[in-house]
């Protein structure tokens, strides 16, 4: 991050040598004053595209329409942005017609919060007219200017808010939160897309608790674009710590165990939401392993001792995979009654699986096909017949005594088995 800064700072003195303006701008001013690591540092300049681009060696033009063009230095990639105040603003977005100027002062002005409308000359100093930096030492988040207006502007500022003040443990100033919680239902107008990003790293942040706290409270996922199931989570006042649970996409997916949410809503959910079709897979498997887990276990006349808890969670881990259930056992560890349930037994399970689901999962001699000693090849050769839909079912039932551990996983015992069972399988017929 050191040769980063330098190489930031050499675009800067570049562009003052040549008789322009420049100066670090945004989020990385005020992440390196909070002594936070930088991603990525931002320029801007009084200089015009045009000019940025026949001053250094190597430049894209990355966002021209805004006034952008990457520069290439020691092969890290800058942004620097000419100076710009930005029009009309249209249905609450931001616009893509932007206007240049001279003055850093402005460009400052257009940003959303006063801790992100902070400068860095090319001499180290601090440049800060909205007083950002008392705001952070405040502990305070707060719109540059007038905080209505500027959520009118771009309503995505909204869920900038909620996640900045989750990431950073700050409190969204007085007439910020008002203006947030009068303006919330301009959300609608965001693309889905840019609302799941804010979602996704507020999930995904430091602190999920905070953010799930002031999603519920500001209730802004009811006013996006599309109804969501998740958006129900405003109800629940307690979670317990999601942090503990280090992906993202588990902790989605106990946000829509403890919503009581089926696999099939949760992929419509995550698709409205545009997550990708991997991130909703993957919640949806964990989704699907605990209502599989679960569901019978009511109705069920077993008692529901050791030994059928643990085929049932062993049958799981085959249909849903290990990595699945092991998330799922992160999750039911979260907090004494993670799942809500009215019901005893359901109640208990869990408890069950939370407690040996860890040793049943290691003990496991093979927890998938490709693991088993015998292959569906094998298995037809042994038996001297075609393939058919019997190779598939045979197969699978030799794989979960496997991982029962009710036969060895040995290429012989289990053929010799498989032999038997296909012979019961045709006297059946
Ligand atoms: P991070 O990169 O960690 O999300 P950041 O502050 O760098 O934080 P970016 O989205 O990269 O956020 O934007 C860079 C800067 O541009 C911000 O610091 C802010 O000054 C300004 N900015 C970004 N989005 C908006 C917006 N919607 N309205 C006003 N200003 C914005
Ligand atoms: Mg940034």
Redesign the pocket.
């Known amino acids: 991050s050191d040769a980063l800064k330098q190489g930031a700072m050499q675009i800067v003195q570049r562009l003052c040598e040549s008789g322009f303006e420049a100066y670090l ?4 001013v ?2 390196e004053q909070l002594g936070r690591p930088v ?2 540092y ?1 320029i801007a300049t009084s200089a015009h595209p045009g000019q940025v681009q026949r001053l250094f060696e190597r430049t894209v033009p990355t966002g021209l329409q805004h006034g952008t063009v990457t520069v290439v230095a020691d092969k890290m990639p800058y942004e620097v942005t000419t100076f710009r105040r930005e029009g009309g603003y249209e249905a609450f977005r ?1 616009p893509t017609e932007v206007e240049y100027i001279d003055s850093l002062t402005e460009d ?1 002005q ?4 006063t801790m ?2 902070m400068a860095i000359d090319q001499n180290g100093h601090l440049i800060d007219p909205f007083d950002g930096m008392k705001d952070l030492e405040r502990g305070v988040l707060r719109c540059v200017g007038q905080a209505e207006a ?1 959520f009118g ?2 309503a ?2 909204m869920m ?1 808010c909620l ?2 003040a989750s ?1 950073y443990g700050l409190t969204v100033e007085q007439a910020t939160w008002d203006a947030l919680n009068s303006g919330i239902s301009l959300l609608r107008h965001i693309a889905m897309e840019r609302t799941r990003a804010e979602l996704e ?1 507020m999930v995904g942040g430091s602190d999920p608790n905070r953010a799930l706290e002031l999603l519920a409270e500001s209730r802004a996922l009811r006013h996006v674009k599309q109804e969501l199931l998740l958006s129900g989570l405003d109800k629940e006042t307690e979670w317990p710590p999601l942090s503990r649970l280090t992906e993202m996409e588990h902790r989605i997916a106990f946000i829509y165990i403890r919503l009581g949410a089926v696999p099939a809503d949760v992929e419509e959910d995550m698709i409205k939401l545009t997550f990708s079709r991997q991130q909703m897979e993957t919640v949806k498997r964990i989704v699907a392993a605990h209502t599989a887990l679960v569901s019978g276990l009511g109705e069920s006349t077993e008692r529901g001792g050791e030994p059928y808890l643990r085929k049932v969670w062993i049958a799981a881990v085959l249909k849903y995979g290990v990595s699945a259930l092991r998330t799922l056992r992160e999750i039911y560890l979260l907090e004494d009654a993670p799942i809500r349930t009215d019901n005893v037994k359901v109640g208990r399970a869990v408890d069950v699986w939370r407690r040996i689901g860890a040793v049943w999962l290691e003990q496991m001699p093979v927890s998938a096909l490709a693991e088993l000693a015998v292959g569906g090849k094998e298995l037809m050769d042994r038996l001297g017949v075609q393939g058919g839909p019997w190779t598939g079912r045979l197969l699978h039932r030799l794989l979960e005594s496997a991982a029962l551990g009710e036969l060895p996983n040995d290429k012989e015992t289990l053929l010799a088995a498989a032999k038997e069972h296909y012979e019961n399988m045709q006297e059946n017929d």
């Open positions: 701008v945004g989020g990385c005020r992440d991603k990525d931002d931001r400052l257009r940003r959303d919060f992100n409308a500027r502007e771009d995505l500022r900038r996640r900045f990431e790293r």
